[in-house]
């Protein structure tokens, strides 16, 4: 498997899925980001790292553009839920968009672990999945990810 | 008495042989914030106070830091733009003072809304900067928060004309918080420095985060406070020491000792400032409790060190960080007498260059790595000026689980329990400003 460790930066094998990975509006954490966008190509996607404080309007247009087979959003700042909340309806709002797979990951809320009604409300919303932090979430996530190809294929 | 702003009180606990203890410390509600505030000025420590912003504040998003305070006001710090200008005034009300002064903390790098609220409430510290407010905290292009940055420097810098002394610190010491070879941490935080001289400010600290390796970190500050000597005529400033800023240590005892190695540091240097972590910081935004025993805890343990004897001979030394970094700084002050300007052509050609920062003004060709020892060196030196003084290891790929592996390294040398299950939940870090 061809890797690249290209962070920022936009190459990758051209003929792998492509994953675009982003920060909420608010968030200005990156090791998070980092870490995913490596994690993502040693499993063989190619990788559209947005960085961190991603305008709503950008990640839209960049999904719109893109067609990701996956947008992985991941927020540690505490922000998570009330972002996470606002950027969902935001992008089912567009038919073009209502079918793409979306998962949200870390640390969501301002005071620790989040409620069960707060992750109901994620789902709820339009979100495929959700991965609390920890090594759950993490373990998880993988999971998920082993089984996206034939998905993105299909 | 009017006029003895931040740098003044960190000054005269300097001629007293105290370091100043600092919390980062932001809460939405008034009156929480206030308590926060008291908490921290009756501390058995020399104290400053910390009024740390909510990120929709810093990303200049009001309308959702204003709905937030209607809804259930759970924002991460506290959104001084959004609080009426009398709110604020009343939540500092007989806490700021002479005895105490409060630095507002943001991480923005469109600031100036922010550096406006804060005048109006009557405070006049901030940091950040043009570069470190920038390149790890977002998509805003360098040259638009360099633009900024100046303008709102000139705006703070206007309190001089009222008989205020208003301070300015460099967070260019902390660039992405970890994996950021300390001569580059240097550089920035120098070069950030003369760029608020230049933007008339004259009471400026310059900062440091501690690293991976003590030897390095003393190494660095050392040469830190050689360059301010050098290039800071004319600039009342001191150096703040941050504790640890990247995956911090699960365990009480852990963050403990990893808090008081960066007491010692700070002391052991001479530093003037030290900004604290707190045994939660690895799960949560700590409470004012968690923050009081902290600043307690760091200040009783610099007590027990004093600057080091030979502190005017380790300054002046040839040490490779300040060969380093003295190559950087001086690469960047020749492409023109606007610091500005040269930060942004800098960051253009790759001479100043932060690895794995996934910002689109950075170059991203330079790459660092943690060597057995720990020590943060340079994998690849992509375009910076570095040639003649740094072997670098040579580019190579660098997986997810090397990442974190160097991400987690200080929280696996300071937790005396062994980490258990998956590595990945190290990713998800809080830091910030």
Redesign the interface.
């Known amino acids: 498997m061809e890797m690249t460790v290209s962070v920022g930066r936009g190459t990758a094998v051209k003929r792998d899925p492509l994953v675009i990975v982003t920060g909420c509006s608010s968030d200005s954490h990156t090791w998070n980001l980092v870490f995913l966008q490596l994690l993502l190509e040693e499993l063989g996607y190619r990788v559209l790292n947005l960085g961190s404080c991603v305008p709503e309007d950008l990640l839209i247009a960049e999904c719109l553009a893109r067609r990701p087979v996956l947008l992985v959003v991941s927020s540690v700042n505490g922000h998570g839920y009330r972002d996470g909340m606002r950027l969902i309806s935001r992008l089912r709002e567009r038919a073009e968009l209502s079918r793409m797979p979306v998962v949200v990951g870390g640390k969501l809320g301002v005071s620790g672990a989040q409620s069960r009604d707060q992750l109901a409300d994620l789902v709820e919303a339009g979100f495929d999945a959700i991965f609390d932090d920890g090594a759950e979430g993490i373990a998880s996530f993988r999971r998920l990810l082993y089984s996206m190809p034939q998905r993105a294929i299909a | 008495m009017r006029g003895a702003g931040f740098g003044e009180f960190v000054r005269r606990a300097r001629d007293a042989g105290e370091l100043v203890v600092q919390p980062r410390m932001g809460m939405s509600d008034p009156r929480r914030m206030r308590a926060g505030l008291l908490a921290t000025r009756a501390a058995a420590a020399t104290t400053v106070g910390t009024i740390t912003l909510d ?2 504040t ?2 200049g ?1 009001w309308e ?1 830091a204003e709905l ?1 305070l209607l809804e259930d006001g ?3 710090g506290y959104p001084i733009v959004s609080h009426d200008i009398a709110t604020t005034r009343r939540m500092l009300a007989g806490v700021q003072g002479d005895g105490f002064p409060i630095q507002v903390r943001h ?1 923005s790098a469109t600031p100036s809304h922010i550096v406006c609220a804060l005048m109006a409430a009557g405070l006049d510290a901030s940091e950040g900067g043009p570069v470190s407010y920038c390149l ?5 292009p360098l040259s638009e928060s360099i633009h900024n940055w100046a303008q709102s420097c000139e705006l703070l810098a206007r309190l001089r004309s009222v008989g205020r002394d208003p301070h300015l610190e460099t967070f260019g010491g902390c660039m ?3 994996l950021c070879p300390p001569s580059q941490l240097v550089a920035i935080s120098v070069l950030e420095a003369m760029f608020f001289h230049q933007h008339g400010l004259r009471s400026i600290s310059v900062s440091y985060a501690q690293q991976t390796n003590p030897a390095q970190d003393f190494e660095a500050v050392y040469a830190l406070r050689r360059l301010c000597g050098e290039l800071l005529a004319d600039v009342d400033w001191h150096v703040v020491i941050y504790a640890y800023m990247g995956v911090y240590p699960a365990s009480p005892e852990g963050a403990q000792r990893l808090l008081g190695e960066a007491a010692l540091l700070a002391a052991t240097t001479g530093s003037e400032r030290l900004i604290v972590k707190t045994v939660a910081e690895s ?3 700590p409470t004012i409790e968690e923050n009081v025993s902290a600043l307690e805890y760091a200040a009783v343990t610099a007590a027990q060190f004093l600057p080091d004897p030979d502190i005017d001979a380790l300054v002046k030394a040839d040490s490779q960080i300040y060969a380093e970094a003295a190559s950087l700084v001086g690469a960047v002050l020749n492409m023109g007498t606007d610091i500005g300007q040269a930060l942004q052509l800098a960051f253009r050609r790759g001479y100043l260059d932060i690895p ?5 003004d ?1 170059t ?1 060709r330079a790459r660092s790595y943690l060597d057995t020892a720990g020590r943060l060196c340079w994998a690849d030196t992509g375009k910076l000026p570095l040639v003649d003084a740094v072997v670098a290891r040579g580019a190579r ?4 689980s090397e ?2 592996e160097s ?1 987690s390294y200080v929280r696996r040398k300071f937790d005396s329990q062994p980490i ?3 590595p ?2 190290v ?7």
Not at chain 2, 136 to 140: D, I, K, L, M, S
Not at chain 2, 356 to 360: D, E, Q, T, V
């Open positions: 990120s929709y810093r990303v998003d959702s937030a759970s924002l991460n991480g790890p905290y977002g998509r805003v992405l918080g970890q799960v949560r935004i794995y920062c996934l910002h689109p950075n991203g790929t660098v997986t997810s990442l974190l991400l258990v299950g998956s990945a939940e990713a998800l870090e809080p830091r910030g400003a």
